[in-house]
């Protein structure tokens, strides 16, 4: 009985190290993910892509958009504009209808990348 407990007990420590190795995602993390899948196209979406253009993207964009940095730099920027803006139609952009908690995701991922109060903008 003793022997049954022990494996038990390992076979427990085993199941919650492994569920531990699954690092939990922030909101701004998953909007980034979104951001490379959906937006990339024609948005710079981070600071470390220098082309603003998806990987494996051939054909320059139609018309391309504001890096998302520079979003995020805009006056006024905040949660409730940006969710305002992806409501709305905005031609040429195509018209993405998000989930509400992706929509709450990609915000959260802009908003994470305004230049902190006197720090030179990109």
Known sequence: MRLGTAHLGAAVG?????AGCHAVE?????????AEQWCA??????????????????LPPSMPGPAFMTIADRPGTDARSLRHFMDELHLPMPTYRFRPAEQDDIIAYILSLKTPA???AE
């Open 41 to 58: 196209e024609c948005h710079r979406v981070s600071p470390d892509d220098p082309s603003g253009s998806r990987a494996g993207h051939i």
């Open 26 to 34: 922030s909101p701004a993390e998953r909007g980034h993910q979104i």
């Open 14 to 18: 085993i199941a919650l190290a492994a």
């Open 118 to 120: 006197g720090t030179p």
